[in-house]
C-alpha cells in the first residue's frame, strides 16, 4: 500500500525508516520531510496542518493510509479531514487530541473517570492563578493550558518563581498541579476505541544539561525499554490510566485512534498521570521504533482501520537515543552549521542516526536547521553496550555547532551497576 507521512522531525524520519522495512508498505510519501526522511521517501512541501491539502495529496497518490507524526496537525483535525474523504489515518480526531492541545480538558475527564493524577486548579487569568497557588504547598508545577512543544512546564521551588511563572504567562489559561515525587517513565499504548494494548516503554531527559540541570527541553535523549516500569506497575497503568481514559472518550462519542503517550510518575501510591501525548513521543519513537518486530505498516493500518492488533513483538535489546542539539538550545539555536560524518557514525554496529532538525545546501552539504538536529540511536545487549555504541556514534559526527548529554540513561545505568 502507499503510505503518507507527515512531518519533519527526528521522529518521523524514525517512522519513515521503520515504515520502509514494513513488507506491506509499496510507496512511501512524506509531508514536507527532511534531508533525512528523503533517505526512505519521496518527500513534497506541503503544510501538514492543512487538512484540504493533505486529502488532495492522498487521493492523488493512492494513498491508503496517513501516518500523522506530529501533534499539531492532529489537534488542527488533520485526522478528521482524512477520514471524512475515506482514508485510514493513523491518529485521533481533533475532539479526541484534546488530551494533549488541553491539560485542562484531560485534568478534568481524569476527574471524572476517577484516573491517579495530581490535584489541580485551572486558571484563565493572572488573578485566578495567583489565588490557585495558595491551594498547594511548595515546589508547585505550573504548565501552560495548550500545545507547548514538550515544554511549557515551570516547577517552582519558590513562590517567587511560581508568580514569576504566571505572570509571565498573562491572562492565558494555566493548569497550577501538586508537585508529584517520584521518578518519570513514559509509556505508549495502541489504542483503538476501548481497545488498548501496550507498545512500549521508555524514559526521557528533558532538562538541557547532565545531571537533569537547565531549562525544560523538547527531550535531550531516551532509552527503552524502561525496567523502573515493571510488568505489574505496567498493567497498573494500563488497567487503572490507558484503558479508562480509552473508555471516557468511547463513551463520550470521541473515540481515540492511534499512539497514547502516558507520561507517568511512579509514586509511592502507584503510578499517576503527568499528562498525555496523542502521538509519538520525540526522541522517544527514535529509541522504540527499533525496537519494534514485524510489519509495522500492517500494524499501523490495523490499528487505523478498526482491525484485529495484538502488542507487537519487541527486540529483547535496550535502545538509547543522543540528541545532538545546536549551540543556545532551548534559547537561541545557532542555524546554518555544517555536519558531516554520519555515514562513519552509521557504520557502528547497531547505531542509525535519525535526521531532527537539518537542511541540505545547493552545493549538497548537511546544515543545522533547527535546535534538535540530530537523535543518534544504537542498540545494544545492555543498556550500557547501548550508551557506549551511542556516543561512539556522537563522537564520528563532525558537527562543531553541536552538544549533548553525556549521561543519557543515568538512573537506569547507576540500577544495572548496583545490581
Same mark, same amino acid.
Given at each position: 500500500?502507499?503510505?503518507?507521512?507527515? =512531518?519533519?522531525?527526528?521522529?518521523e524520519?524514525?517512522?519513515?525508516?521503520?515504515?520502509?522495512?514494513?513488507? $506491506?508498505?509499496a510507496?512511501l510519501?512524506?509531508?514536507?520531510?527532511?534531508?533525512?526522511?528523503?533517505?526512505?521517501?519521496?518527500?513534497?512541501?506541503?503544510?501538514? $496542518?492543512?487538512?484540504?491539502?493533505?486529502?488532495?495529496?492522498?487521493?492523488?497518490?493512492?494513498?491508503?493510509?496517513?501516518?500523522? &507524526?506530529p501533534?499539531?496537525? !492532529?489537534?488542527?483535525?488533520?485526522?478528521?479531514?482524512?477520514?471524512?474523504?475515506?482514508?485510514?489515518?493513523?491518529?485521533?480526531?481533533?475532539?479526541?487530541?484534546?488530551? /494533549?492541545?488541553?491539560?485542562?480538558?484531560?485534568?478534568?475527564?481524569?476527574?471524572?473517570?476517577r484516573?491517579?493524577?495530581?490535584a489541580?486548579?485551572?486558571?484563565?487569568?493572572?488573578?485566578?492563578?495567583?489565588?490557585?497557588?495558595?491551594?498547594?504547598?511548595?515546589?508547585?508545577?505550573?504548565?501552560?493550558?495548550?500545545?507547548?512543544?514538550?515544554?511549557?512546564?515551570?516547577?517552582?521551588?519558590?513562590?517567587?518563581?511560581?508568580?514569576?511563572?504566571?505572570?509571565?504567562?498573562g491572562?492565558?489559561?494555566?493548569?497550577?498541579?501538586?508537585?508529584?515525587?517520584?521518578?518519570?517513565?513514559?509509556?505508549?499504548?495502541?489504542?483503538?476505541?476501548s481497545?488498548?494494548?501496550v !507498545?512500549?516503554?521508555?524514559?526521557?531527559h528533558?532538562?538541557?544539561?547532565?545531571?537533569?540541570?537547565?531549562?525544560?527541553? &523538547?527531550?535531550?535523549?531516551?532509552?527503552?525499554?524502561?525496567?523502573v516500569?515493571?510488568?505489574?506497575?505496567?498493567?497498573?497503568?494500563?488497567? /487503572?490510566?490507558?484503558?479508562?481514559?480509552?473508555?471516557?472518550?468511547?463513551?463520550?462519542?470521541?473515540?481515540?485512534? =492511534?499512539?497514547?503517550?502516558?507520561?507517568?510518575?511512579?509514586?509511592?501510591? &502507584?503510578?499517576?498521570?503527568?499528562?498525555?501525548?496523542?502521538?509519538?513521543? *520525540?526522541?522517544?519513537?527514535?529509541?522504540?521504533?527499533?525496537?519494534?518486530?514485524?510489519?509495522?505498516?500492517?500494524?499501523?493500518?490495523?490499528v487505523?482501520t478498526?482491525?484485529?492488533?495484538?502488542?507487537?513483538e519487541? $527486540?529483547?535489546q535496550?535502545?538509547?537515543?543522543?540528541?545532538?542539539?545546536?549551540?543556545?538550545?532551548?534559547?537561541?539555536?545557532?542555524? +546554518? &552549521?555544517?555536519?558531516? +560524518?554520519?555515514?562513519?557514525?552509521?557504520?557502528?554496529?547497531?547505531?542509525?542516526?535519525?535526521?531532527?532538525?537539518?537542511?541540505?545546501?545547493?552545493?549538497?552539504?548537511?546544515l543545522?536547521?533547527?535546535?534538535?538536529? !540530530?537523535?543518534?540511536?544504537?542498540? +545494544?545487549?545492555?543498556?550500557?553496550d547501548?550508551?557506549?555504541?551511542?556516543?561512539?556514534?556522537?563522537?564520528?559526527? *563532525?558537527f562543531?555547532?553541536?552538544?549533548c548529554?553525556? *549521561?543519557?540513561?543515568?538512573?537506569? !545505568?547507576?540500577?544495572d551497576?548496583?545490581?
Amino acid at each position: 500500500m502507499n503510505i503518507l507521512l507527515l =512531518g519533519s522531525g527526528g521522529r518521523e524520519d524514525a517512522l519513515a525508516w521503520r515504515l520502509r522495512q514494513s513488507p $506491506s508498505c509499496a510507496t512511501l510519501i512524506a509531508a514536507p520531510g527532511n534531508p533525512g526522511i528523503a533517505r526512505w521517501a519521496e518527500c513534497i512541501a506541503i503544510n501538514p $496542518s492543512d487538512g484540504a491539502a493533505v486529502v488532495a495529496l492522498a487521493q492523488e497518490r493512492d494513498v491508503k493510509l496517513v501516518v500523522i &507524526g506530529p501533534e499539531a496537525p !492532529l489537534v488542527a483535525g488533520v485526522a478528521d479531514a482524512c477520514r471524512n474523504a475515506g482514508i485510514a489515518v493513523f491518529g485521533p480526531s481533533a475532539a479526541a487530541a484534546r488530551l /494533549e492541545g488541553s491539560k485542562g480538558f484531560t485534568k478534568e475527564l481524569c476527574e471524572r473517570a476517577r484516573i491517579p493524577t495530581a490535584a489541580f486548579v485551572r486558571a484563565r487569568t493572572v488573578d485566578d492563578a495567583l489565588a490557585a497557588l495558595d491551594r498547594f504547598g511548595l515546589p508547585v508545577v505550573i504548565k501552560d493550558d495548550g500545545l507547548a512543544a514538550g515544554k511549557g512546564v515551570t516547577i517552582a521551588a519558590t513562590r517567587a518563581e511560581a508568580e514569576a511563572a504566571v505572570r509571565a504567562a498573562g491572562d492565558t489559561e494555566l493548569v497550577i498541579e501538586q508537585f508529584l515525587d517520584g521518578e518519570e517513565v513514559s509509556l505508549f499504548a495502541l489504542v483503538d476505541g476501548s481497545h488498548a494494548v501496550v !507498545l512500549a516503554s521508555a524514559q526521557d531527559h528533558k532538562r538541557v544539561g547532565d545531571g537533569d540541570t537547565g531549562p525544560n527541553t &523538547g527531550g535531550m535523549g531516551a532509552y527503552s525499554p524502561a525496567p523502573v516500569l515493571t510488568p505489574e506497575l505496567e498493567q497498573r497503568a494500563m488497567n /487503572e490510566i490507558v484503558l479508562p481514559t480509552a473508555r471516557a472518550l468511547a463513551a463520550a462519542g470521541t473515540p481515540f485512534n =492511534g499512539v497514547l503517550y502516558a507520561g507517568l510518575m511512579l509514586t509511592a501510591d &502507584g503510578p499517576q498521570l503527568i499528562e498525555y501525548n496523542v502521538r509519538f513521543g *520525540d526522541p522517544e519513537c527514535e529509541a522504540i521504533v527499533p525496537r519494534i518486530a514485524g510489519d509495522f505498516a500492517a500494524l499501523l493500518y490495523a490499528v487505523a482501520t478498526g482491525g484485529e492488533f495484538s502488542a507487537p513483538e519487541l $527486540s529483547p535489546q535496550a535502545a538509547m537515543t543522543v540528541v545532538v542539539a545546536a549551540s543556545g538550545y532551548p534559547g537561541d539555536p545557532a542555524r +546554518g &552549521g555544517p555536519i558531516d +560524518g554520519i555515514a562513519t557514525a552509521e557504520r557502528i554496529d547497531g547505531v542509525r542516526v535519525f535526521h531532527a532538525g537539518t537542511a541540505a545546501h545547493s552545493s549538497g552539504a548537511l546544515l543545522a536547521a533547527g535546535g534538535r538536529v !540530530l537523535a543518534v540511536t544504537a542498540l +545494544g545487549d545492555t543498556l550500557a553496550d547501548a550508551r557506549d555504541r551511542a556516543y561512539q556514534a556522537v563522537d564520528a559526527i *563532525d558537527f562543531p555547532d553541536g552538544f549533548c548529554r553525556r *549521561d543519557i540513561g543515568w538512573r537506569q !545505568l547507576e540500577r544495572d551497576h548496583a545490581a
